[in-house]
């Protein structure tokens, strides 16, 4: 498995033994779809240094801060970031993840305006709002917000 460059975690894969899974000694790793930081350890996939390609789950605001972070301080690694953001996370951060291509927000009840800082994000060509993602009064997008922003057919 040393010489693997491409994971697709299934949806539903778990934990083994209580186990986060733990990518280790897969340094050829260029595409990880599926991952899912209930299950998946963020840690050693943060260590990849050949990752290009993210797509996963995120269920906690830690997990979204390290991603971000380590995104914006290896910038010229990554080609494409997907992540479906779930309930607890902060979104509300001005931290500039630029890399982000699609953003979809489940439950997270958010109480500000996300607005302020997703329509800044220049690359973001998705956003999905679902199932409660906001709380707060009023959303403003500004006239020259989303400038990927595409429409559904």
Not at 21 to 41: A, P, Q, Y
Not at 56 to 65: A, D, M, P
Not at 90 to 109: P, Q, V, Y
């Amino acid at each position: 498995m040393r010489h693997l460059r491409h994971l697709f975690l299934g949806l539903l894969h778990e934990s083994v033994g209580g186990e986060k899974l733990k990518l280790e000694g897969v340094n050829e790793l260029e595409m990880i779809t599926g991952f899912n930081s209930l299950v998946d350890d963020i840690t050693h996939l943060l260590k990849l240094p050949k990752l290009r390609v993210l797509e996963g789950r995120i269920f906690y605001e830690e997990c979204l801060s390290m991603i971000v972070d380590h995104i914006l301080n290896h910038q010229e690694q990554f080609r494409d970031v997907n992540l479906n953001i779930y309930m607890g996370v902060n979104m509300d951060s001005e931290d500039g993840s630029t890399l982000l291509k699609r953003i979809a927000a489940w439950d997270t009840r958010i109480e500000e305006d996300p607005m302020k800082t997703l329509d800044k994000l220049p690359m973001l060509r998705v956003v999905r709002l679902r199932r409660n993602p906001y709380v707060g009064r009023e959303m403003v997008c500004e006239a020259t917000g989303f400038p990927q922003l595409r429409g559904f057919p």
